[in-house]
């Protein structure tokens, strides 16, 4: 069973920066192409980013592109989100997952989910 675990969330003031990791549990990490998406209150799961297998394709969703870089480490079967630049709007829960299949911004393609962690910013 594959099992990831979100940290670093918190609360940071709008211009500040924070580093989102999801420690993936299992051997395959290197297999699964990883996203991160998130929710805030009273709107849908959004997309995020995205990181192919090998870590050498990445994608972004417009809203955070230039702002966020996704990277992983297969050795350390963890993916991040580091996040600069942070304003009111990107408050809401993130989540990471792993898709087996494709690398993709269509959060029905993940096969694997954390719990998510709380990214709040204030103005």
């Known amino acids: 069973q594959v099992q990831l675990v979100e940290s670093g969330g918190g609360l940071v003031q709008a211009g500040g920066s924070l580093r989102l990791s999801c420690a993936v549990s299992g051997r395959t990490f290197s297999s699964y192409a990883m996203g991160w998406f998130r929710q805030a209150p009273g709107k849908e799961r959004e997309f995020v980013a995205a990181?192919?297998?090998?870590?050498?394709?990445?994608y972004y969703a417009d809203s955070v592109k230039g702002r966020f870089t996704i990277s992983r480490d297969n050795a350390k079967n963890t993916v991040y989100l580091q996040m600069k630049s942070l304003k009111p709007e990107d408050t809401a829960v993130y989540y990471c997952?792993?898709?087996?299949?494709?690398?993709?911004?269509?959060?029905?393609?993940?096969?694997?989910w954390g719990q998510g962690t709380q990214v709040t910013v204030s103005s």
């Open positions: 990181i192919s297998r090998s870590g050498s394709s990445t």
């Open positions: 997952a792993a898709s087996r299949y494709v690398t993709t911004t269509d959060p029905y393609e993940y096969d694997y």
